[in-house]
């Protein structure tokens, strides 16, 4: 039985196992989670300490600026501890 040539593979076969491949190299949703989170409260903290605002989009609020408020703060940890679902 003669050697034949393995079948070529299609674009949207190599595009499948370059997105497998991808998907495995990313860590568990679990861990994702928690660093999405972790960058989060991170990110709150520091536009808190930068003193970011915007002003009110919503209709019939004109004028209004909105701040961030630090997670890290201890009204902060007490409403991620008091939201919690």
Do not use: Y
Not at 42 to 64: F, K, M, N, Y
């Amino acid at each position: 039985m003669p050697d034949s040539p393995p079948p070529k593979s299609t674009f949207i076969a190599r595009f499948l196992t370059f997105v497998e491949w991808l998907g495995n190299l990313l860590p568990h949703p679990v861990t994702l989670f928690a660093l999405f989170a972790l960058a989060i409260v991170i990110i709150s903290a520091i536009t808190a300490a930068l003193g970011v605002s915007v002003e009110d989009p919503r209709p019939g609020a004109e004028g209004v600026m909105l701040t961030t408020n630090s997670l890290l703060a201890p009204d902060g940890i007490r409403w991620m501890f008091q939201n919690i679902v």
